[in-house]
C-alpha cells in the first residue's frame, strides 16, 4: 500500500487489437476537450523509444502515445492531477484505471508505461495530495477538500476524464474497462466498486487499505507500544530471529508442505513469543520481556480500551521481518490520517483509542472508509472484483482483508456460490506487501479478470511463481478463497501442476469481527426515483439519500451542504426519523442535462453527490453516487432502482 515496491502483477491482455478509428481526434487537439472540473495543460504526442517523466528515470521500450495531463478541481481547494496516456497504435479497446500507493503525491509514471505497452489506453492521478508524499500525509492537514479528493473524488473523476478522452481520441468508447491497484490502490479498488460501482466492467484490488482510519490507528498504536516504556524495540536482527522461530514452529502444520519457507495459512499458527523470552540476561538469541509484550501485542491487535470492542485486526505471524516500520523511531509509520482528525502536533504516545478514535472517525470515516458490502449495484451490471493479498504483509493486515470478504457473504445473505459469481478472493502465501517476500509473489491476476468479464471464465486458481536471481525456482496455484493450495503427494512438489485445490473444512478459522462502531455505522445510499408529481418538479432532479437497514440515521450524522457534481441543491428536506434527505436540484445546473448530442445518447447519467456531514461536533465530507435518467428510463430502470 505505502512503501515503494515492485508490482507483484504481470499484464498479458487478451487480444483485442485496433487502430485508432479515422474519426478519432489528433492528439495535440484534445487541449480543448470539454472535461467536466478540469483544465488541460498537456495534449502531446510522444514518439516511441525512451520518455522521460517529469519525475525519475527515463522509460524505455515505449510505443507512440499520446499523453494528456490535466487538473481537475472539485472544489476550490482541489488541484487533481491526471494523466492519460493512450497508444497511437495497436489500442486494445480497453481503458485501465491505475491505482496509487499511501498518500500518492505523484502520478506513477511506471504503471501508465507498463499499461499503454499492453496496448491500454490508461489513467493515473496524484489523487489530489500534493504535496503529500506516499509515506507521509502531513502536508494536507486542514484541507478536508482533499481529503475527499484522497478518498474518492480523485478516482471517479479520473476515471470519467480517462474515458471522455479515449471516445474523443478513438472515436469510439472502450468495450471494457477496468481497475487495477494494490494497497492505496486496493482502497480505490474498493471505493469504485462500493461508491461509483459504474465506472468499471472489472475490478483489480490488492491488499486493500479500505479501513483507513483504523489501519492508521494501528499504525499509531504500535508505535506507542514499541515506545512507550523503555527497551520495547525489538531490534532487526530479533525480528529475524522471532520470524525463524515462528517458521520453525508452524510450517508443515499451516496446510503448507514442510519444506516451505513461508506459512500458507498463519490463521493455523498459534505460536507464543513468550517461549523465546531471555531466561537471564538480554542476547541475541532470546526477547526480554518487554520485546516479548511487543510482540505479543503486535499480535493481538488493536481494541478500545474501555469495551474491548476490536478496532484493527493484528498482525499475522510470519511478517515479522517487516515490522521495523511499523514501531518507528520518531513518529508512527506513515503519519497523516490521525493528524487529520486530531491536530498536526498530537501527541501519538498520548492518544486514547476510545475518546480520540471516536474522534478520528467522526471526522474522517465516511471519507476516507470503505467497508460497505452491498455490492449489488457492481454486480447488477455484471461488474467482476477480483481481491488478492499476501499472508505475510506488514503494511496491511491480511485478515482484515478475508473479514470484508465474508462479511459480504454474512450481511447481505449470500451463499459462497453467490458471492463467487461477483467476487473472488485469492490469498498468496509468504507474500509481503503486494509483492515480495518468500513465497510465490509473482503473478497475472488481470487477465483472469479480463476473462471473466468478457468470457464469463471464472477463476479458480491463478498460478504464481518465485523468481531468485532471474530464474523461477518454485511455482504454486492461488486458490479462490476459501480453498487452499494442497499438495497431492506425488510429483515435483516445487511445480504447480502437483497441487489441487482444496477446501477440507477445516481452512476457515473464526475471525473476531471489529465493533460495529469500527465497520459500518453510516451507510448513505443515493437514487433518483420517478417523481409522481413530473409538472411540478419538470425542472429539477430529485435525490434521495437513505441509510441502509442496520445503520445509524442522519439524526445521529446531519448532512448539509449536498452538491450534485458540484452544483448546490435549491432545496434539502430530512424526513422525521432520519432515515432519508432528499435533494433537489436545477436541472440547467447540472452538466448531464446540458451537454452535446453524443453524451445525450445515453439516456442514463452517474452523478457524483458530496456534502457534509455533523456527527457528535465533528464534521466530515461524503460521497455517493446515483444513477439518473435524463428522460425516464422507463420500468426496466425504476425496478432496477428497487432491487438496489
Same mark, same amino acid.
Given at each position: 500500500?505505502?512503501?515503494?515496491?515492485?508490482?507483484?502483477?504481470?499484464?498479458?491482455?487478451?487480444?483485442?487489437?485496433?487502430?485508432?478509428?479515422?474519426?478519432?481526434? @489528433?492528439?495535440?487537439?484534445?487541449?480543448?476537450?470539454?472535461?467536466?472540473?478540469?483544465?488541460?495543460?498537456?495534449?502531446?504526442?510522444?514518439?516511441?523509444?525512451?520518455?522521460?517523466?517529469?519525475?525519475?528515470?527515463?522509460?524505455?521500450?515505449?510505443?507512440?502515445?499520446?499523453?494528456?495531463?490535466?487538473?481537475?478541481?472539485?472544489?476550490?481547494?482541489?488541484?487533481?492531477?491526471?494523466?492519460?496516456?493512450?497508444?497511437?497504435?495497436?489500442?486494445?479497446?480497453?481503458?485501465?484505471?491505475?491505482?496509487?500507493?499511501?498518500?500518492?503525491?505523484?502520478?506513477?509514471?511506471?504503471?501508465?508505461?507498463?499499461?499503454?505497452?499492453?496496448?491500454?489506453?490508461?489513467?493515473?492521478?496524484?489523487?489530489?495530495?500534493?504535496?503529500?508524499?506516499?509515506?507521509?500525509?502531513?502536508?494536507?492537514?486542514?484541507?478536508?477538500?482533499?481529503?475527499?479528493?484522497?478518498?474518492?473524488?480523485?478516482? &471517479?473523476?479520473?476515471?470519467?476524464?480517462?474515458?471522455?478522452?479515449?471516445?474523443?481520441?478513438?472515436?469510439?468508447?472502450?468495450?471494457?474497462?477496468?481497475?487495477?491497484?494494490?494497497?492505496?490502490?486496493? &482502497?480505490?479498488?474498493?471505493?469504485?466498486?462500493?461508491?461509483?460501482?459504474?465506472?468499471?466492467?472489472?475490478?483489480?484490488?490488492?491488499?486493500?487499505?479500505?479501513?483507513?482510519?483504523?489501519?492508521?490507528?494501528?499504525?499509531?498504536?504500535?508505535?506507542?507500544?514499541?515506545?512507550?516504556?523503555?527497551?520495547?524495540?525489538?531490534?532487526?536482527?530479533?525480528?529475524?530471529?522471532?520470524?525463524?522461530?515462528?517458521?520453525?514452529?508452524?510450517?508443515?502444520?499451516?496446510?503448507?508442505?514442510?519444506?516451505?519457507?513461508?506459512?500458507?495459512?498463519?490463521?493455523?499458527?498459534?505460536?507464543? %513469543?513468550?517461549?523465546?523470552?531471555?531466561?537471564?540476561?538480554?542476547?541475541?538469541?532470546?526477547?526480554?520481556?518487554?520485546?516479548?509484550?511487543?510482540?505479543?501485542?503486535?499480535?493481538?491487535?488493536?481494541?478500545?480500551?474501555?469495551?474491548?470492542?476490536?478496532?484493527? %485486526?493484528?498482525?499475522?505471524?510470519?511478517?515479522?521481518?517487516?515490522?521495523?516500520?511499523?514501531?518507528?523511531?520518531?513518529?508512527?509509520?506513515?503519519?497523516?490520517?490521525?493528524?487529520?482528525?486530531?491536530?498536526?502536533?498530537?501527541?501519538?504516545?498520548?492518544?486514547?483509542?476510545?475518546?480520540?478514535?471516536?474522534?478520528?472517525?467522526?471526522?474522517?470515516? %465516511?471519507?476516507?472508509?470503505?467497508?460497505?458490502?452491498?455490492?449489488?449495484?457492481?454486480?447488477?451490471?455484471?461488474?467482476?472484483?477480483?481481491?488478492? &493479498?499476501?499472508?505475510?504483509?506488514?503494511?496491511?493486515?491480511?485478515?482484515?482483508?478475508?473479514?470484508?470478504?465474508?462479511?459480504?457473504?454474512?450481511?447481505?445473505?449470500?451463499?459462497?456460490?453467490?458471492?463467487?459469481?461477483?467476487?473472488?478472493?485469492?490469498?498468496?502465501?509468504?507474500?509481503?506487501?503486494?509483492?515480495?517476500?518468500?513465497?510465490?509473489?509473482?503473478?497475472?491476476?488481470?487477465?483472469?479478470?479480463?476473462?471473466?468479464?468478457?468470457?464469463?471464465?471464472?477463476?479458480?486458481?491463478?498460478?504464481?511463481?518465485?523468481?531468485?536471481?532471474?530464474?523461477?525456482?518454485?511455482?504454486?496455484?492461488?486458490?479462490?478463497?476459501?480453498?487452499?493450495?494442497?499438495?497431492?503427494?506425488?510429483?515435483?512438489?516445487?511445480?504447480?501442476?502437483?497441487?489441487?485445490?482444496?477446501?477440507?473444512?477445516?481452512?476457515?478459522?473464526?475471525?473476531?469481527?471489529?465493533?460495529?462502531?469500527?465497520?459500518?455505522?453510516?451507510?448513505?445510499?443515493?437514487?433518483?426515483?420517478?417523481?409522481?408529481?413530473?409538472?411540478?418538479?419538470?425542472?429539477?432532479?430529485?435525490?434521495?439519500?437513505?441509510?441502509?437497514?442496520?445503520?445509524?440515521?442522519?439524526?445521529?450524522?446531519?448532512?448539509?451542504?449536498?452538491?450534485?457534481?458540484?452544483?448546490?441543491?435549491?432545496?434539502?428536506?430530512?424526513?422525521?426519523?432520519?432515515?432519508?434527505?432528499?435533494?433537489?436540484?436545477?436541472?440547467?445546473?447540472?452538466?448531464?442535462?446540458?451537454?452535446?448530442?453524443?453524451?445525450?445518447?445515453?439516456?442514463?447519467?452517474?452523478? @457524483?453527490?458530496?456534502?457534509?456531514?455533523?456527527?457528535?461536533?465533528?464534521?466530515?465530507?461524503?460521497?455517493?453516487?446515483?444513477?439518473?435518467?435524463?428522460?425516464?428510463?422507463?420500468?426496466?430502470?425504476?425496478?432496477?432502482?428497487?432491487?438496489?
Amino acid at each position: 500500500m505505502y512503501r515503494s515496491t515492485s508490482f507483484a502483477l504481470l499484464i498479458l491482455p487478451l487480444a483485442i487489437v485496433t487502430s485508432r478509428p479515422a474519426a478519432g481526434a @489528433m492528439c495535440e487537439t484534445l487541449t480543448s476537450a470539454n472535461i467536466e472540473f478540469a483544465t488541460i495543460t498537456k495534449a502531446e504526442t510522444v514518439p516511441a523509444g525512451t520518455f522521460v517523466p517529469p519525475t525519475g528515470a527515463g522509460i524505455t521500450g515505449l510505443p507512440e502515445f499520446c499523453r494528456i495531463a490535466l487538473t481537475m478541481a472539485p472544489s476550490s481547494d482541489s488541484a487533481i492531477r491526471v494523466e492519460v496516456w493512450m497508444p497511437t497504435a495497436g489500442w486494445n479497446g480497453r481503458f485501465e484505471g491505475l491505482g496509487g500507493g499511501g498518500y500518492t503525491g505523484t502520478i506513477n509514471y511506471g504503471t501508465l508505461a507498463t499499461a499503454v505497452m499492453h496496448g491500454f489506453a490508461a489513467a493515473n492521478t496524484d489523487m489530489g495530495t500534493a504535496p503529500a508524499t506516499g509515506g507521509n500525509g502531513l502536508a494536507v492537514v486542514g484541507h478536508p477538500q482533499k481529503w475527499l479528493d484522497f478518498g474518492s473524488r480523485s478516482t &471517479h473523476l479520473m476515471t470519467v476524464a480517462g474515458k471522455a478522452l479515449t471516445r474523443a481520441f478513438y472515436g469510439e468508447d472502450a468495450r471494457y474497462s477496468y481497475f487495477a491497484g494494490c494497497s492505496t490502490g486496493g &482502497h480505490q479498488a474498493l471505493e469504485e466498486a462500493e461508491v461509483f460501482p459504474d465506472d468499471y466492467d472489472g475490478i483489480l484490488g490488492g491488499a486493500p487499505g479500505h479501513n483507513r482510519t483504523h489501519l492508521h490507528a494501528a499504525f499509531v498504536f504500535d508505535f506507542k507500544t514499541a515506545h512507550t516504556a523503555p527497551g520495547s524495540v525489538i531490534a532487526a536482527t530479533k525480528l529475524s530471529m522471532l520470524n525463524s522461530a515462528v517458521l520453525t514452529a508452524c510450517v508443515g502444520s499451516d496446510g503448507g508442505l514442510a519444506t516451505d519457507k513461508f506459512l500458507t495459512d498463519p490463521r493455523k499458527c498459534n505460536f507464543d %513469543p513468550a517461549v523465546l523470552q531471555c531466561k537471564g540476561a538480554d542476547a541475541s538469541n532470546c526477547l526480554t520481556a518487554s520485546e516479548v509484550y511487543t510482540a505479543k501485542t503486535f499480535y493481538q491487535g488493536l481494541r478500545n480500551p474501555r469495551t474491548g470492542a476490536l478496532i484493527y %485486526p493484528g498482525w499475522e505471524r510470519g511478517s515479522e521481518t517487516g515490522w521495523g516500520g511499523l514501531q518507528g523511531s520518531t513518529q508512527p509509520d506513515f503519519p497523516g490520517i490521525l493528524n487529520w482528525a486530531l491536530g498536526l502536533n498530537y501527541d501519538p504516545l498520548a492518544v486514547n483509542f476510545d475518546t480520540d478514535m471516536n474522534t478520528v472517525d467522526s471526522t474522517l470515516a %465516511p471519507t476516507v472508509n470503505f467497508l460497505y458490502t452491498d455490492l449489488s449495484r457492481f454486480y447488477g451490471h455484471h461488474g467482476k472484483l477480483l481481491l488478492y &493479498h499476501g499472508f505475510a504483509d506488514p503494511i496491511v493486515v491480511t485478515t482484515d482483508t478475508i473479514r470484508y470478504y465474508d462479511r459480504i457473504r454474512s450481511e447481505q445473505h449470500l451463499s459462497l456460490k453467490q458471492e463467487q459469481s461477483f467476487a473472488r478472493l485469492f490469498l498468496v502465501p509468504g507474500m509481503g506487501h503486494c509483492s515480495g517476500g518468500p513465497g510465490p509473489n509473482t503473478f497475472d491476476a488481470l487477465t483472469p479478470l479480463m476473462n471473466w468479464v468478457e468470457n464469463g471464465d471464472a477463476p479458480e486458481s491463478i498460478d504464481a511463481t518465485l523468481v531468485q536471481n532471474g530464474s523461477v525456482v518454485m511455482s504454486r496455484p492461488l486458490c479462490a478463497y476459501p480453498k487452499f493450495a494442497r499438495y497431492k503427494g506425488t510429483g515435483d512438489s516445487s511445480n504447480a501442476s502437483n497441487f489441487a485445490c482444496i477446501d477440507n473444512g477445516t481452512n476457515d478459522p473464526p475471525l473476531e469481527m471489529a465493533g460495529r462502531e469500527y465497520l459500518s455505522p453510516l451507510i448513505i445510499r443515493a437514487s433518483a426515483p420517478e417523481i409522481s408529481d413530473a409538472g411540478r418538479f419538470k425542472d429539477t432532479v430529485t435525490i434521495v439519500l437513505s441509510v441502509a437497514r442496520g445503520s445509524d440515521t442522519f439524526n445521529e450524522w446531519r448532512p448539509s451542504n449536498v452538491l450534485a457534481d458540484g452544483a448546490p441543491a435549491v432545496s434539502g428536506q430530512q424526513s422525521t426519523d432520519g432515515k432519508t434527505y432528499i435533494a433537489r436540484f436545477n436541472r440547467r445546473d447540472l452538466r448531464h442535462f446540458n451537454t452535446d448530442a453524443h453524451d445525450r445518447a445515453d439516456k442514463k447519467v452517474d452523478l @457524483m453527490i458530496t456534502g457534509s456531514l455533523l456527527h457528535e461536533g465533528d464534521t466530515s465530507l461524503f460521497a455517493v453516487s446515483a444513477t439518473v435518467c435524463r428522460d425516464g428510463c422507463g420500468e426496466e430502470e425504476g425496478e432496477r432502482e428497487r432491487d438496489d
